[in-house]
């Protein structure tokens, strides 16, 4: 058997190839894909080689999808074939065999496939709320609105935090984090950014920071934000540290907690508050959704082919402007 897959064959070139699919092992499911998720931050900065990356081709990524289940090993229990579910941590490819741990059966059958695909990208930003241990009427702040940012914002806000504050360089973005829940959204490039961010939480500063960015100004920026006790959540891989920061001033003499949150620190088999495993979060988010209190149709700014990989990764690689929501459609692919 075969199947057709994404891969970086070195910096700056994606190609979609075709390869012969391995048998399955016990503990593994195969799946037919229906849609996966560009992440294009993370994409982007394995494609080019930046630092904090592997930088080993030929590589091929895609860990936020959905399909479903053709064939379990004997060891699986929690899913069967037929069953729809989320694939984390697979491929861009019209087959993934994955362990069953990393697989998510999707119970409610009214939730499109479309909207489920970017549930494991939502669950990264949920776990770097989830740290902050926002509480009701606490303000909060997500700075870069990309996937991980601008499902963060929806999740502050259905948390009770107050207000809701969005950070992002483009108009686009911002504007969409206003539909999507967010009480402000400002400019970081703004000389006044700072000071508008001080006003609207009453000259306190914030109390709950995700940082979504990576970008080390942005962290500067945090920080210079924060309220006396604050929370910094880093959710943001940083590629570049190029600011320096006075930890004294900054951190040590406000007690402003900066917390590591890179989707990888999670409890593995059972959830404890504020620490929740990738399974219970991605179930969560499910429901939220179903629920409508999660939004997702607006985030989808594109639904594009896989025969088109390479005119899509230039576009990563070249354009500031890519669409956020890119998603690739294996439902036609042979």
């Keep these: 058997m075969k199947t057709k897959q994404i891969f970086f064959t070195k910096v700056h070139h994606a190609e979609l190839q075709e390869v012969d699919i391995r048998e399955v092992g016990a503990n593994e499911v195969l799946t037919e894909m229906e849609y996966t998720v560009v992440s294009g931050g993370t994409e982007r900065a394995f494609l080019l080689g930046m630092e904090n990356t592997s930088q080993k081709f030929p590589m091929s990524m895609g860990y936020c999808g959905v399909g479903r289940v053709l064939q379990t090993g004997k060891d699986?229990?929690?899913?069967?074939?037929?069953?729809?579910?989320?694939?984390?941590?697979?491929?861009?490819?019209?087959?993934?065999?994955?362990?069953?741990?990393?697989?998510?059966k999707i119970e409610n059958d009214a939730?499109?496939?479309?909207?489920?695909a970017f549930v494991v990208i939502a669950s990264m930003g949920l776990g770097g709320v989830r740290k902050l241990e926002l509480e009701l009427g606490e303000s909060a702040m997500v700075m870069g609105l990309g996937l991980l940012g601008i499902f963060a914002l929806q999740f502050c806000r259905v948390s009770g935090a107050y207000p809701?504050?969005?950070?992002?360089?483009?108009?686009?973005r911002r504007e969409l984090a206003l539909k999507l829940g967010a009480d402000y959204a400002f400019d970081p490039s703004a000389p006044d950014f700072t000071e508008q961010v001080k006003a609207v939480t009453g000259g306190?500063?914030?109390?709950?920071?995700?940082?979504?960015?990576?970008?080390s100004v942005a962290m500067k920026q945090a920080l210079e934000c924060a309220s006396r006790m604050g929370r910094i959540s880093l959710l943001g891989c940083t590629r570049v540290s190029d600011c320096?920061?006075?930890f004294y001033q900054q951190?040590?003499?406000?007690?402003?907690?900066?917390?590591?949150?890179?989707?990888f620190v999670r409890p593995k088999l059972e959830s404890y508050p504020h620490h929740w495993t990738h399974q219970d979060d991605c179930k969560a988010i499910l429901n939220l959704i179903g629920a409508g209190r999660?939004?997702?149709?607006?985030?989808?700014?594109?639904?594009v082919s896989p025969e088109d990989a390479t005119e899509i990764y230039n576009q990563l690689c070249d354009d500031?402007?890519?669409p956020m929501g890119t998603v690739f459609d294996w439902r036609s692919i042979k």
């Design 111 to 116: 939730i499109d496939s479309l909207d489920a």
């Design 164 to 172: 809701v504050i969005a950070a992002d360089l483009s108009p686009q």
């Design 294 to 303: 999660i939004q997702v149709s607006p985030i989808v700014s594109r639904v």
């Design 76 to 104: 699986v229990k929690s899913v069967t074939a037929g069953d729809r579910v989320l694939v984390y941590h697979g491929h861009h490819a019209k087959y993934n065999i994955t362990p069953e741990i990393k697989v998510t």
């Design 251 to 263: 951190v040590h003499q406000p007690g402003v907690k900066l917390i590591g949150a890179h989707n």
């Design 244 to 246: 320096a920061v006075d």
């Design 204 to 215: 306190e500063g914030v109390r709950g920071t995700v940082e979504v960015s990576g970008a």
């Design 320 to 322: 500031p402007a890519f």
